[in-house]
Nanobody, 117 residues
Framework: VQLVESGGGLVQPGGSLRLSCAGS????????MSWYRQAPGKEREWVAT????????NYPASVKGRFTISRDNAKSTVYLQMNSLKPEDTAVYYC???????????WGQGTQVTVSS
């Protein structure tokens, strides 16, 4: 099983980035997919979730209206479009695949996003 994130980098405040997370080794379409982030010295924070059939999405207040999660099950890939980025969005971003409470989720290795002028 692998989850590989990409698309991170350095961006100026107000800018945009699109992260991608490609899954392999499992039935991607059967999993709810989420993005989390972790800033230095802080706990990992939930950022967005999309259900397995892409019927619904959810976001915390801190990113709602700025971030959009989407998925392409044919490509086994989940995306996070991030707009109007702020310095406080700086973190390592991780994707997570969740099947059920009875099985541990899968995590990617993370991709660094830095928002700075």
């Amino acid at each position: 099983v692998q989850l590989v994130e990409s698309g991170g980098g350095l961006v100026q405040p107000g800018g945009s980035l699109r992260l991608s997370c490609a899954g392999s080794g499992f039935t991607f379409s059967s999993y709810d997919m989420s993005w989390y982030r972790q800033a230095p010295g802080k706990e990992r924070e939930w950022v967005a979730t999309i259900t397995r059939a892409a019927i619904s999405t959810n976001y915390p207040a801190s990113v709602k209206g700025r971030f959009t999660i989407s998925r392409d099950n044919a490509k086994s890939t989940v995306y996070l479009q991030m707009n109007s980025l702020k310095p406080e969005d700086t973190a390592v971003y991780y994707c997570r695949a969740f099947f059920s409470l009875k099985t541990p989720p899968y995590w990617g290795q993370g991709t660094q996003v830095t928002v700075s002028s």
